[in-house]
């Protein structure tokens, strides 16, 4: 799965996955989990860099009570996961993710909207309600005013990622967004983010190595390989 367009994914194949474990959270410290930090290999490692300063993605998919800040900016923690971002009297939340063994990558997204649109995900089976708000208006309907509510709903919606090609390696790679729900985003390596979410973190002076074609990310396709063992490989079995 994955390619040139994002594709939904419904709530109950997404739950479902999670129970067989083929589908597991991607977590916080992806970047740093999956970067090579062996100056030869990668010579863009700074060794200076703090841990802190890779990209970091959010890990709460559920909804949480806001703190009735409405001020711009970043507000709540992202060591528990209850951080949001106001821009312009709009709320964003981090974007989830989800690695799959068949080889894709899920995002995970939370918005707010007004009935109508949250309701037709709800019926199509597109979306999650996981709360609503109200807010007090006067609406005038003819001669007379009355006092009512505006609804929102807290939609969570999921979609698989589309790829693009490192045009160098010829591998597939995904956009992460950090989760500070700016404007940081990542590049990254989807076998990389497989292995490193199903077999454990990038080994040191290790690259993922797939044993079919480059395109193929499924996990059973896939292995951690020192580079002087993918040298070797390459030197005997030349493309």
Sequence with gaps: ??????????????????????????????????????????????????????????????????????????????????????????????TVYYASEDGF??????????????????????GDILARRSKPRRAKIGDKTYDTFHHEYLVRKYRVLKTTLDHITGYRRVCLSDECCGCVAKYMSQAAIILTI??????DNNIPQHDGE??????EM?????????RLKENLDPK
């Excluded at 480059?214 to 996990?219: A, I, N, Q, T």
């Design 105 to 126: 990558i899920v995002s995970c997204r939370r918005g707010w909207a007004h009935c109508s649109p949250a309701k037709k995900d709800l019926l199509d089976g597109t």
């Design 1 to 94: 799965m994955g390619g040139k367009f994002e594709a939904d994914i419904t709530p109950p194949i997404v739950r479902y996955l999670l129970n067989n474990g083929s589908l597991k959270m991607v977590p916080r410290e992806i970047d740093w989990y999956t970067i090579c930090r062996d100056v030869t290999l990668n010579h863009e490692f700074d060794v200076a860099k703090p841990r802190t300063q890779y990209l970091r993605v959010g890990t709460n998919p559920n909804f949480f009570p806001l703190d009735g800040i409405k001020t711009n900016g970043i507000h709540g923690s992202a060591d528990n996961g209850t951080n949001y971002t106001i821009s312009g009297g709009r709320i964003c939340y981090p």
């Design 198 to 203: 199903f077999m454990g973190p990038r080994p």
């Design 214 to 219: 480059v395109w193929d990310d499924s996990l």
């Design 222 to 230: 896939l292995r951690w390989i020192t580079n002087e063992d993918n």
